[in-house]
T-cell receptor, first 115, second 110 residues
């Protein structure tokens, strides 16, 4: 089915381990985003990408790495997971719409727990 | 100052009631405005775009006031299924990143 998917949906890992969260979209949207959402903080932008091989830091990039070798995929890697990275992670994508609007469409999220 | 500010609520209303709430934005260059809905930390979903002239979608009405830099959402004849967190979202013209408010929680009771 067309849309945006994330995997895994749930992940428990230990402190210090490397974890990769996957995001895949079938709309050929140029723009992709990673957010984390914690109670009391709302959505916070981690990294974003305007196209394949173009990525940039958002509000809270420390401890994360991204890549985008293909338009449809935007994986997020936690290089050495810490307990403070326990969160719900949402991937989103968008394209330039009418009147230069850029509404985003979100994946179902990955609930990550770092023990 | 946050780019987008919302009253977190919660707004507790009985079924059938009307509920309205606002959000304010700080960047006068903001061009596009949206309301998203989020259920129980599931993914945010686009509820409606907000146009300069205001717009309706069924029981939902959105308004934009550029002079005072706020947008509003009104829900008429509230249903239990309207219980959710409503996110106010803004972006500056031709900037593909969006600014999200922290959300307003609405709880509709039977």
């Amino acid at each position: 089915d067309a849309g945006i998917t994330q995997s895994p949906r749930y992940k428990i890992t230990e402190t210090g381990r490397q974890v990769t969260l996957m995001c895949h979209q079938t709309w050929s949207h140029s723009y992709m985003f990673w957010y984390r959402q914690d109670l009391g903080h709302g959505l916070r932008l981690i990294y974003y990408s305007a196209a394949a091989d173009i990525t940039d830091k958002g509000e809270v990039p420390d401890g994360y790495v991204v890549s985008r070798s293909k338009t449809e995929n935007f994986p997020l890697t936690l290089e050495s997971a810490t307990r403070s990275q326990t969160s719900v992670y949402f991937c989103a994508s968008s394209a330039r719409g009418a009147e230069a609007s850029y509404e985003q469409y979100f994946g179902p999220g990955t609930r990550l727990t770092v023990t | 100052r946050k780019e987008v500010e919302q009253d977190p609520g919660p707004f507790n209303v009985p079924e059938g009631a009307t509920v309205a709430f606002n959000c304010t934005y700080s960047n006068s260059a903001s061009q596009s405005f949206f309301w998203y809905r989020q259920d129980c930390r599931k993914e945010p979903k686009l509820l409606m775009s907000v146009y300069s002239s205001g717009n309706e979608d069924g029981r939902f009405t959105a308004q934009l006031n550029r002079a005072s830099q706020y947008i509003s959402l009104l829900i008429r004849d509230s249903k239990l299924s309207d219980s959710a967190t409503y996110l106010c979202v803004v972006n500056v013209w031709n900037d593909y990143k969006l600014s999200f408010g922290a959300g307003t929680t609405v709880t509709v009771r039977a």
